[in-house]
């Protein structure tokens, strides 16, 4: 750790309460600011021993009290060393009392706790308490105020949350996780919330368009992809109809109003593991109370100049048919389902015909847009694929998830602005395998020949359809009925039939969602190997 001489960061808590260091504090490794105004200075026990305790205005630190030592004792210059954990790690403060069974009124002050969020391996956070131990209320009394009331001044922690919760998700353990996991942490905080258990599909759509959601700070989601992304398409669509705008042929879409947690607890979250670099519970309910905000770049598909939905991630082709076949057998575990629909789909393998336009994200026309020129005049700047492609992929996140450790599309970023398009031709059936294969590994999974990687901020795929050629928007004939000529569209783990022409659209940044940015993340371990 790059630290001042002399001094540590958190080491009480390493050596403390927490088992299984190594641990720091959730900001990382920052030396302490020498020139802040001190706020309190006192003395509590910490650990085993009589502590020297500075409050400033970002830190807290605190230095053992030794008795006086003949100069140069080396090993009392160790044990005086200064530890301090910044104020941004805490995320509740408490009185410390012990309370005998059946006792009446408060019981015998024993100092202050301090709930921390440390950071651990694998981009897991983790709570984690520091006891300052006084038994004067006057003197415990002041400090307990003046943390308050730092406490509340960190702006983006939410004080209120509504909470949708999908009882169905996965093995049916949404209730019970949130009731063990995140609600402890919740009240720990002080944050108050108002849950809502989803009845069917939809149903969390239809609440938003009308529910009040004055009061509150944040909208979360307990639950899967599928639950996560319609709730983010509700806010979304909310923020439409707040804002006069008409969702259906939205172009500039405003942001939405709230930002949005999640807590994994559905059979794929792969928002949830792009936004917290894994699908850890614990982690996800911290970054919520911490209000680490992340701006995500939010795709609009569209079809005959309709809105389909807001989303995040979109596969056509055999994405598109293995989620339709998994769907088919939702008697089955999702493990085994998912499982079964790869394999179905592979034996099955077929490439779509189709022409796919895209508009590459290009430096030179970001400047002849801050010079003026219209984007939409610059219609030479599309490019066109045509041909049959096994699979088209348009991604906007990275898409971790456990069968692509490094995600889907590992070179994108939550917000940087654009889409991967990755589209991968038709080939043997081996080949095909091969490429899929590498994304568990570390290999690259795009050096195969027929694989093509863009990046763009404009996607239209128009399918072939068996009677009337490319089907650019176009509405169904007369003796088809949708389910005939449509195709299958997985956008986020919901499964779309669309007939014609999907065109999807980049929004930068459109909402926020309680998480961390990938960069700040690390440790991206490749362990799985699922074909
Ligand atoms: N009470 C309910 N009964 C049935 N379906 C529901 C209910 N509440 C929500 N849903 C729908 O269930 C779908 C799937 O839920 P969710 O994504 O939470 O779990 P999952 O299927 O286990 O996970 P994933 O989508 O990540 O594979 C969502 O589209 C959601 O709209």
């Known amino acids: 750790m790059p630290l ?4 540590s960061r958190v080491s009480a808590l390493e050596r403390g309460e927490v088992e299984g260091a190594p641990a720091e504090a959730a900001s990382g490794p920052t030396a302490r600011p020498q020139t802040e105004r001190i706020l309190l200075r006192g003395i509590f026990e910490i650990g085993r021993g009589s502590c020297d305790v500075v409050l400033s205005e970002r830190a807290l630190s605190w230095r053992p009290i030794l008795p006086e030592r003949p100069a140069g004792d080396s090993k009392c210059e160790l044990k005086c060393k200064e530890e301090f954990i ?3 790690d805490i995320f509740s403060v408490k009185l410390k009392r012990r309370c005998f069974v059946k006792q009446q009124g408060n019981g015998t002050l ?7 969020c440390l950071k651990k391996e694998q981009n897991k956070l983790k709570d984690s308490t520091l006891d300052l131990i006084n038994l004067s209320e006057d003197h415990c009394d002041i400090w307990f105020r003046q943390l308050e009331k730092i406490l509340a001044g960190f702006p983006n922690r939410p004080k209120s949350l509504k909470i949708f919760l999908n009882p169905q998700s996965h093995k049916k353990e949404a209730v019970h996780i949130y009731h063990e996991k995140v609600e402890p942490l919740l009240k720990l905080a002080g944050v108050s919330t108002d849950v809502t258990i989803t009845e069917y599909e939809g149903h969390a759509v239809s609440l938003l368009k009308e529910c009040e959601l004055q009061g509150f700070d944040g909208v979360v989601c307990v639950g899967g992809d599928g639950s996560a992304s319609e709730v983010a398409h509700a806010l979304l669509l909310r923020a439409q109809k707040s804002a006069g705008v ?5 172009l500039c879409p405003v942001r939405a109003q709230l930002p949005l947690g ?13 936004l917290y670099g894994i699908p850890h519970v614990v982690t996800a309910t911290l970054h ?12 609009t598909f569209s079809t005959c100049g309709k809105l389909l939905r807001f989303g995040f991630s979109a596969m056509f082709g055999f994405g598109g048919r293995t989620l339709a076949l998994a769907e088919k057998y939702r008697w089955m575990s999702p493990n085994q389902r998912r499982d079964f629909a790869v394999i179905k789909a592979l034996t099955t393998l077929k490439p779509e015909d189709c022409t796919i336009s895209f508009l590459p994200l290009n430096n030179s026309q970001d400047e002849l847009q801050r010079q003026g020129s219209p984007k939409s005049g610059c219609s030479d700047h599309w490019q066109t694929l045509q041909g049959q492609f096994l699979n088209v992929s348009i991604m906007a996140i990275p898409c971790l998830c456990s069968v692509a450790p490094r995600g889907l599309a590992p070179n994108t970023r939550l917000n940087n602005g654009s889409m991967a398009l990755i589209i991968a031709r038709n080939t043997t059936r081996p080949e095909f395998i091969k490429h899929l294969k590498r994304y568990a590994s570390v290999k690259n999974q795009f050096s195969f020949p027929f694989v093509e990687t863009y990046t763009v901020e404009e996607v239209k795929v128009c399918p072939k359809t068996k009677t009337s050629g490319y089907s650019e928007s176009e509405e169904v004939g007369p ?6 000529t449509s195709l299958p569209w997985n956008i986020d783990g919901d499964l779309m039939e669309v007939a014609s022409e999907v065109h999807v659209r980049l929004h930068p940044g459109l909402i926020s969602l309680y998480g961390g940015s ?13 074909l």
Not at 288 to 299: A, N, T, W
Not at 479 to 484: D, G, I, R
Not at 518 to 530: K, P, S
């Open 246 to 250: 008409e969702a259906d042929h939205v």
């Open 4 to 7: 001042g001489r002399g001094r």
């Open 86 to 88: 910044e104020l941004k």
């Open 479 to 484: 003796h088809e009925s949708a389910s005939e």
């Open 110 to 116: 024993l100092g202050i706790t301090l709930f921390i």
């Open 288 to 299: 919520i109370i911490m209000g680490h905000l992340q701006p995500v770049d939010v795709c």
């Open 262 to 274: 999640l807590i994994p607890a559905g059979s794929t979250n792969v928002l949830a593991h792009s």
């Open 518 to 530: 990938l960069e700040e993340m690390n440790d991206c371990n490749v362990t799985c190997n699922c």
